[in-house]
């Protein structure tokens, strides 16, 4: 009886899964990056990469009996403990005749089921493994992007002065207030890609002046995937990932998310760069070769990045000393545009790798340098942090799933001062209905790599320890539970921290969905850190708790096949004994309309917000063009509104057109310096097209 409810709970999830495919794909998304912008508590963040492989297997489904470990790895959607059941039931029964097999896995729950059918299949023609160059040309397709941006209000920076005042002034922008952006691209499945992607900030010259070629940022990459020995190959812009982010991890990844079971990272060793964030990708050339269950990846890098100086006026650049790199990307002002590209940075590096079904292990080692010392001013939060020209990483990582268990992690050491950090963690499925997670990291005050992203509080991967639990619990099939607690300390001090500090982080949301058109959660999450007092009298500055309490409620409701709605109420408080209590609040209403056989898609949102202060501004996504990532955060008292329009047309092209307007009820005036908006309103239009061919 339970398998045939089982069968027929199958059945309903398939057919409504083709009737609202593509909203559940976008839920997914939207899923992912709040939980990204929520951790990274940011704005502009550029998550292409994050999502793209949802997008292409949206459009491609995954073939459930072809499928590598590294391909369900890559939807990011499964946990290893799942992906080991899916191969298991391969190995000892053949591959699926029926999609509704899937229900006879030991570890996918309903949830998990419902949330990777829109990406999977089952197919008896197995994927062609190795493809040949002349078939992947031949069967490719062609995308082309042309994005362009803008803030509607004047902004103090663009005021048109002299030329001998914009000289010699930080205050004022060299270029429009104009963001542009072009993407064009050729790819065959994920095996072959080959593309250009080109953008202009706000701000930035546009062939002329210190762009006289035109956009700011290049990108380029070709990249193929698929040969028996030799398995992929970069040229240009791409992305290395090493084991759990502690040595090497170029672009970004889930942290401390909803989503329990999320704690691990997944390293995808190769792959082409896609995005516009100028700094975390690498330049050059990487090979990744393949013998039996061995395999190799090796990469080099060259690029120019953006740096600081402490002597940026002296006659011998040889001598210059670098105190910073700015990861920004902004060249708009004159001392913008003269840090850019004034530090040479070498990366190479090597990553061996053993793989079984259930075993995977890998030990890499990672050089980075630089032609220019760093020799920063010593403040007693800094002091442990890198000076000097170079230093080597060193790591070991693993991952092991036996039975229901999967345990992973990762020790790393750098050359310089001999840093270490280490991260370990389990994850295991008791049954369909509970999962759990731990993790435990230690990550040394003098460890110091440029490009990491383990799992942490911080946004540094240093100076840190930490344990954290998670549960889920699928309690009903309508009716799942996530909850973990963090607790945490920072061993020495940090910026604005002068003591050593610790704290904690608490989430609980239960979430309720009795059906494919209606989905509630609720959320709790309090967050305890410290900070410096903001009572001080100039000599000893104490550091004090500082709590902050979100609460929210999350309703969607898929109206009929064509509209959905979707409401949020989020509050708010941080508790300070140095300040008063603050709060904020934020509602809104979203109405998205996708008809199913008319070429526009519509989505509205209307928001109401009133908060006391900055610090107590909420992060909410916002529907933004494809690829167009927006999380705006909302502070002071005012209401938002958008509308977005995408229009599909002669089967090759799309077009979205999206204008918002935020208007604040108590501002004179918004933002500061160069950012200065006269007036309480602030607009914004995004218009973009897409070719297909």
């Known amino acids: 009886m339970i398998k045939q409810l089982h069968i027929v709970l199958i059945g309903l999830l398939i057919s409504s899964s083709c009737l609202f495919g593509q909203e559940e794909r976008d839920n997914i998304i939207q899923q992912r990056v709040e939980f990204i912008s929520e951790q990274l508590e940011t704005e502009e963040i550029d998550l292409t990469d994050i999502v793209e492989q949802l997008n292409f297997r949206f459009d491609n489904p995954l073939n459930l009996n072809s499928a590598k470990i590294e391909d369900l790895q890559e939807l990011g959607l499964l946990t290893d403990v799942q992906i080991n059941d899916l191969m298991l039931h391969r190995k000892l029964f053949g591959k699926f005749i029926s999609i509704y097999e899937v229900q006879s896995l030991q570890y996918w729950d309903m949830g998990t089921i419902g949330l990777v059918l829109p990406f999977v299949k089952v197919d008896d023609k197995l994927d062609q493994l190795h493809v040949g160059l002349k078939e992947a040309f031949k069967q490719g397709k062609f995308e082309a992007y042309f994005r362009y941006q803008q803030i509607l209000e004047d902004k103090a920076g663009y005021e048109d002065v002299s030329d001998s005042i914009l000289q010699n002034s930080n205050s004022y922008y060299h270029g429009n207030s104009a963001r542009y952006y072009t993407r064009l691209r050729f790819s065959y499945r994920t095996n072959l890609s080959i593309g250009v992607t080109a953008e202009k900030d706000p701000g930035e010259e546009f062939f002329k002046g210190s762009q006289k070629n035109g956009f700011d940022f290049y990108s380029a ?15 240009g812009d791409y992305q290395v990932q090493i084991g759990q982010g502690l040595n090497l991890w170029t672009g970004y990844a889930f942290g401390k998310t909803a989503d329990v079971t999320n704690v691990k990272k997944s390293a995808n060793s190769l792959k082409p760069y896609t995005s ?64 850019r590209h004034t530090l040479n940075e070498l990366i190479v590096g090597s990553n061996l790798q053993y793989s079984l079904r259930s075993l995977q292990v890998g030990i890499a080692g990672v050089y980075q340098g630089y032609d220019k010392e760093f020799i920063k001013d010593t403040n007693s939060y800094n002091q442990y942090d890198f000076r000097g020209k170079s230093t080597v990483g060193l790591s070991a990582d693993y991952s092991w799933v036996i039975r229901n268990f999967n345990f992973f992690g990762e020790v790393s050491t750098t050359t310089y001062s001999g840093g270490f950090a280490n991260v370990h963690g389990v994850l295991f499925s008791l049954d369909r209905r509970a999962s759990m997670s731990v993790v435990y990291r230690n990550y040394g005050r003098n460890y110091q790599t440029f490009y990491n992203n383990g799992f942490a509080e911080a946004s540094r991967t240093q100076n840190e320890s930490g344990l954290y639990a998670g549960l889920k619990l699928n309690l009903t099939k309508s009716f799942t539970l996530n909850t973990y607690v963090d607790i945490f300390k920072f061993p020495w001090m940090r910026y604005q921290v002068d003591a050593p500090s610790n704290g904690h982080e608490f989430l609980i949301q239960p979430s309720y969905r009795p059906s494919r058109r ?55 408080t941080i508790d300070r004994p140095s300040n008063h209590p603050e709060s904020g609040v934020i509602v809104t209403q979203d109405i998205i309309f996708k008809p199913k056989s008319f070429p526009v898609d519509l989505a509205l949102r209307y928001a109401l917000f009133d908060t006391d202060s900055y610090d107590t501004r909420i992060y909410t996504y916002e529907n933004n063009a494809l690829y167009v990532f927006s999380s705006p955060s909302y502070y002071y008292q005012g209401s938002r509104a958008y509308a977005m329009v995408r229009w599909t047309f002669l089967r090759k092209f799309d077009l979205w057109v999206r204008y918002g307007i935020c208007i604040f009820a108590n501002r004179e005036s918004l933002g500061s310096s160069a950012e200065e908006i006269l007036g309480n309103t602030k607009s914004d239009l995004t218009v973009q097209l897409r070719l297909k061919f």
């Open 276 to 339: 516009v964030d100028e700094a975390r990708f690498l330049r050059g050339a990487a090979v990744q070769l393949g013998y039996k269950n061995f395999s190799l990846t090796t990469f080099g890098s060259y690029k120019q990045v953006d740096a600081s100086f402490a002597l940026a006026d002296s006659l011998d650049n040889a001598n210059q000393i670098v105190e910073s790199i700015n990861l920004g990307g902004l060249h708009r002002t004159n001392s913008e545009i003269a840090r």
């Open 221 to 235: 990459h070709a990249f193929y995937k698929g040969g028996k020995y030799v398995k992929a190959v970069a040229l």
């Open 518 to 572: 209606l989905e509630i959660y609720l959320r709790f999450r309090e967050q305890r850190r410290q900070k410096n007092s903001r009572d001080s009298d100039g000599t000893i500055t104490p550091i004090e708790d500082v709590i902050q309490r979100n609460y929210r409620i999350n309703l969607s409701y898929q109206v009929s096949e064509s509209i959905k709605l979707k409401s949020r109420v989020e509050f708010v």
